[in-house]
């Protein structure tokens, strides 16, 4: 079964172009936004099965996420950074 939705041409455009930022159509990108716990039946529910992007995948979390590497980066960023800078700066590449 379908539906036919009018909206404003404004929204239709905002519409639009925050899908094809996520890769997505307009309807795909409404269907995520839409809570999980929505039932989904016929063939669309074979589509929708666990995060749709990245966003969808690490919501509700909170921290950040560990790349495998050894270094601290969050330790002493402003000084490395101002370091690194001044060095760009020495170097005549900034």
């Not at 996520?22 to 995520?32: F, H, K, R, T």
């Not at 990245?54 to 101002?82: M, N, P, W, Y």
């Amino acid at each position: 079964m379908s539906h036919l939705l009018e909206i404003p041409d404004t929204l239709y455009t905002a519409l639009k172009e925050a899908a094809a930022a996520s890769g997505l159509n307009p309807v795909d990108w409404i269907a995520a936004q839409l809570p999980r716990t929505q039932i989904v039946e016929g063939p669309e529910a074979e589509k929708i099965v666990g995060p749709r992007t990245l966003a969808d995948l690490f919501v509700g979390r909170v921290g950040r996420i560990r790349s495998g590497g050894q270094e601290h980066l969050s330790e002493e960023c402003g000084t490395k950074f101002t370091d690194y800078l001044e060095e760009k700066r020495k170097a005549g590449h900034v």
